[in-house]
């Protein structure tokens, strides 16, 4: 009875977008004026269903009652219900609300079966891994109710209500004074669903770490600009941020394990197998499970989960002892043991500093000292391990280095024998230097040249050459971190401080790494201050061994007092122009203040600033801890809607909490121990011992790859074959032929995976053609309203690929499997898309053009 029902819950869900005419609803088409008037919105819910998740979840494979499963189906039927009152109510289901009841049914489906079948243990173990964004409230616009007064229109967020201060472009405050109108609208609802698009383009992803982190980055920089230009409902985009930061973590630690982000995770396993390493195959292992299970492969994950209890590694999550010294571990890895000690050894000065009470020590002095002893205490230093280890997945600051396409002037001088301005006498060399030789006597000529005393002219030619090549250019950036008592008082733990603390740590971490690669000649500098209501001291970092310094100068004091903001951020534009004097290469620059205060900071104040420090671009970020500021968050808005690169952040005290005491990290141990004689064996041995261990399970894993890809092949030439019959069927019947797009992704991704650049270069022709020159023939405001959800898709696709690293193949082939993906969302099927192509082209030439920017990358930038 289940499985009958939820096939015909598929069915409704079909026709929600698919044939929204044959939706029946008498009842409702009758109250439709009323409803409409009332402004009725749908009541989704999933407790039913995350209810049966959890029971999925429990310890111990114990049965789960039939009355969750029966739940969870019946809150499925009543969601269905109330978006089949919305369409006929509204006219249509916001693509947001249709796409979640689509992945709502999936995980219902997947659920329900592996309740059912008890037995079935690979099947439960990809039910419960199903993320929480799976289920997650659709990142939706949060419409302001009548008569509402946001924090955003108070006049401080906009420089203490100077009159003019709210106006210019892209002030978040004016965004939705409106309603929007429904083209509107399901044009903002294409550019969020590109976010979970990303995310399950990243779940598919079981073979290489370096896609899946691309995947994800981009997934991270789409929800960034979202929630910062739009008001998102919070627990949609809190539950994608969560999953974002657990994902690329643990990217993180399995890379800083051995793994290598650009070569097949099977490959590895069998490589690491052959080689004896037991803790890069444990790795190895641990990611193939992590992304089979993300991908649902059951057969997959059952195999790659025996394997690693067969080196000693069972289910369930580290015990809270294990993982935190596995998180110690980690950070090591990632930035080796020099900064480790000088981290320890700070916290011992820290310690000592705060130990002895000062003389005449007030009361109140005296409980921040011992709640500084508290929280510098030896027991939590793993707090801030666990918080290194999250901070690349959690914040988002860019890389201090960035790729620009530049032409390089290189003149040189040459010798000529036509005239120039410039003339030199040279020894002649031969003969032919005789017509151009200076001659005294000329009965001496030839004696004169064979003794080498024959001076010939010669002219200097300027030849001056162009090259145009990509380079490294620098980005002088300045952390700029609150050191007001209130980030060890205010919150939970004392987490504020310590989250604060380890984004500084982990950047001074990678630049420790990036002056040891050497080799470089773009100079890479960084500046930080702590500041309160005074500004600190300015430190800057120029090399390797600096760094190491300043990680043990970071946590070995405990800093007090109140907060400035705008002061902060003036000395820092100070400190950019001095930077600039210093490298004359210097691109940009970024201040990235990190703070928990609400102060006061005036807009045009700090844009004066800025405009004082000459022509580097000057990006102010911020990164928000335990309470908003909606003045810093405005700043950031009006940045981003000038295209300037800039981001804002917020982290409330939970989300700290959870940073700090490892909470993001769950699953199977990134690394084991191997039995203690396993360091004196050789290679040969200890291969030998892990096949034995193993016992054929690596091969097995591989036996299965090959069914997969094989079954994949198998799968796009039936279906290449069933469409060109239908093409056949429908020439022969004189029907126009609709090119379909289904398929077209995973084609091109096999074709960049297998180098075969004329027949991707020929599909991704096919769908972005090359952009129309440019006339005023076609002005954006003549765009049908399909011109204009071409011109979303194709700006959402340029966004996304434009960050993309790997090859020019690489992303035409992310760029096909993108638009695959957005073409049902934006309600286009390919004959609209190909319409506009050929109709609009000149409207929509420069998003076309972008997107073939985006794919070139700068190496082929003209």
Not at 845 to 850: C, L, N, V
């Amino acid at each position: 009875m289940t499985d009958e029902a939820l096939s015909r819950f598929g069915e409704r869900i079909e026709r929600l977008t698919a044939r929204p005419h044959d939706v029946r609803a008498p009842l409702v088409r009758i109250a439709r004026p009323l409803l409409r008037a009332l402004g009725y919105r749908p009541a989704l819910r999933t407790a039913r269903v995350a209810a049966l998740l959890d029971a999925l979840r429990a310890p111990g494979g114990k049965p789960v009652p039939e009355a969750l499963v029966t739940g969870a189906v019946r809150e499925l039927e009543d969601n269905v219900i109330a978006l089949e009152r919305t369409l006929v109510v509204h006219g249509r289901v916001p693509l947001a609300h249709a796409a979640w009841v689509r992945r709502l049914y999936e995980v219902t489906v997947r659920a329900a079966r592996a309740a059912s079948d008890q037995k079935n243990e690979a099947a439960r173990r990809v039910a419960a891994a199903i993320d929480p964004v799976r289920i997650a409230p659709p990142l939706a616009i949060t419409p302001r109710t009548p008569g509402e007064t946001s924090a955003k229109d108070k006049p401080k967020a906009a420089g203490d209500g100077e009159p003019g201060a709210a106006e210019g472009p892209g002030a978040p405050e004016g965004f939705l004074d409106k309603p929007l109108s429904a083209e509107e609208e399901r044009l903002v609802e294409v550019e969020l669903l590109a976010i979970d698009h990303l995310l399950d383009a990243a779940r598919g992803e079981t073979e290489f770490l370096s896609r899946k982190r691309r995947l994800l980055e981009a997934a991270r920089k789409l929800l960034l600009d979202a929630s910062a230009a739009l008001p998102l409902g919070k627990e949609g985009v809190e539950v994608r941020r969560r999953h974002l930061a657990m994902e690329i973590a643990r990217i993180d630690r399995l890379e800083a394990a051995g793994l290598s982000p650009h070569r097949g995770l099977l490959h590895q396993a069998k490589d690491a197998l052959a080689r004896g390493e037991r803790q890069r195959l444990h790795a190895a292992l641990v990611a193939l499970d992590g992304a089979s299970l993300a991908a649902g492969d059951e057969a997959f994950s059952e195999a790659a989960s025996r394997a690693r209890k067969k080196l000693g590694e069972g289910e369930g999550e580290d015990a809270e002892a294990d993982k935190l010294r596995g998180l110690r571990r980690s950070s090591e890895e990632m930035f080796g043991g020099a900064a480790m000690a000088a981290i320890a050894e700070g916290y011992v000065q820290a310690r000592k500093s705060q130990e002895k009470p000062p003389k005449n020590e007030s009361d109140e002095d005296k409980k921040y000292r011992l709640l500084a002893l508290q929280w510098l205490a030896p027991e939590n230093e793993a707090e801030t391990h666990a918080a290194l280890c999250s901070i690349d997945g959690t914040v988002d600051v860019g890389v201090p280095l960035a790729p620009v396409r530049v032409t390089e002037v290189e003149t040189r001088a040459r010798l000529v024998r036509h005239p120039t301005p410039d003339l030199l006498l040279m020894p002649a060399r031969d003969v032919t230097d005789i017509p151009h030789a200076v001659v005294e006597d000329p009965r001496t000529v030839l004696l004169a040249l064979a003794e080498g005393r024959l001076l010939a002219r010669r002219y200097v030619e300027q030849e001056v050459k162009k090259r145009t090549r990509t380079r490294l250019v620098g980005e002088a950036r300045i952390y700029v971190l609150d050191g007001s008592s209130s980030m060890l008082e205010d919150g939970k733990k004392g987490a504020r401080a310590r989250v604060r603390d380890a984004i500084l740590l982990a950047e001074l971490g990678m630049l420790v790494k990036r002056f040891a690669e050497g080799d470089r000649s773009t100079r890479l500098t960084l500046h930080y201050r702590y500041f309160t209501k005074k500004i600190g001291p300015i430190t800057r970092i120029g090399h390797g061994k600096a760094a190491i310094t300043a990680m043990a100068d970071v946590v070995g004091k405990v800093r007090k007092g109140g907060t400035d903001i705008e002061n902060a951020l003036l000395s820092s534009f100070e400190q950019i122009r001095a930077a600039k004097d210093e490298d004359p290469d210097l691109a940009r620059a970024q201040i990235v203040l990190v703070t928990d205060g609400d102060a006061l900071v005036r807009e045009d104040v700090i844009q004066a600033a800025r405009e004082k420090v000459g022509d580097v671009p000057i990006a102010v970020s911020v990164v928000a801890l335990g309470e908003e500021n909606e003045a810093l968050r405005a700043l950031v808005a009006r940045q981003r809607a000038r295209g300037e690169r800039a981001f804002y952040h917020f982290l409330d005290d939970d989300a700290l909490v959870e940073i700090c005491e490892g909470k993001l990290f769950t699953g199977p141990k990134i690394h084991v121990e191997g039995p203690a004689d396993e360091k004196n064996l050789s290679v040969e041995a200890r291969a030998a011992r892990l096949r034995a261990e193993l016992g054929g399970l690596v091969d097995e894993l591989g036996a299965l790859a090959e069914r997969r890809s094989a079954a994949a092949i198998e799968a796009l030439t039936a279906e290449a074959d069933a469409s060109a019959e239908a093409a056949r069927a429908e020439a022969a019947l004189g029907v126009a032929a609709d090119t379909a797009a289904k398929g077209e992704g995973s084609k091109a991704l096999r074709e960049a995976i297998e180098k075969d650049r004329r027949a991707l270069e020929g599909r991704f022709v096919r769908w972005f053609p090359a952009p129309a020159a440019e006339n005023g023939k076609n002005a954006p405001a003549g765009r049908s309203s399909d011109g204009e959800a071409v011109v979303v898709v194709l700006s959402t696709i340029a966004e996304v690929v434009s960050d993309f690293g790997g090859s020019d193949l690489s992303r035409r082939a992310e760029a096909i499997d993108l638009l695959e993906r957005l073409l049902p969302d934006s309600m286009l099927t390919p004959a609209r898309w190909f319409a506009v192509m050929r109709d609009e082209a000149g409207a929509v030439a420069e998003a076309m053009r972008a997107v073939h920017a985006a794919v070139t990358g700068p190496r082929g930038a003209k």
